[in-house]
């Protein structure tokens, strides 16, 4: 399983607002599927990625309501 992983977002509903890519790593955590948790630097973007490439994002605060990506690319 890769360490870290890009993903890509879509852009803002209606528009034509590029799409973002966070890099996340591995947190030596695993979530409620029993699949690795990844971070970004920050801590805020969590989320659990199964070995067939399945993303479930995780809230990591009150009142968050994570985006589901579009892509996880890992990455070397």
Do not use: C, K, N, W
């Amino acid at each position: 399983m890769a360490r870290r992983f890009a993903l890509t977002f879509p852009g803002e509903t209606g528009g034509h607002a590029d799409q973002d890519m966070v890099v996340v790593e591995a947190t030596g955590t695993r979530g409620p599927g029993g699949h690795p948790v990844y971070a970004d630097a920050s801590g805020i973007v969590q989320a659990e990625i199964s070995d067939a490439g399945e993303v479930r994002m995780m809230a990591s605060g009150g009142h968050q309501t994570p985006r589901t990506p579009m892509h996880a690319e890992p990455l070397p």
